[in-house]
């Protein structure tokens, strides 16, 4: 009979335990997803300067180099299609 009295006792008591629980539990859990978010984004920008940064410096050196393999090609070309008519008899 003790024992039947402690199982019913925990069934309805921790429906009230976790309704008290809940927002302190939630609010932590969204405090830290945030913070995860945070440096993702932060991480996600660094790499985004460090890019742009990179390209800058590639930019440069690629104007200063002279290529004479551009020079060689041709003009581009551009082709349209032309659909033939198909004489019906």
Do not use: C, W
């Not at 629980?21 to 920008?45: S, T």
């Not at 090609?73 to 551009?78: A, F």
């Amino acid at each position: 009979m003790n024992t039947l009295f402690i199982i019913l006792l925990i069934i309805f008591i921790t429906p009230y335990i976790v309704r008290l629980l809940a927002p302190y539990i939630m609010k932590y859990f969204f405090k830290k997803v945030q913070k995860n978010m945070e440096n993702n984004m932060n991480q996600a920008n660094n790499n985004y300067n460090q890019q742009d940064f990179n390209s800058n410096t590639s930019n440069t050196k690629q104007e200063t180099t002279h290529n004479p393999a551009k020079e060689e090609l041709g003009d581009y070309v551009e082709f349209e299609e032309i659909k033939e008519e198909t004489n019906k008899p």
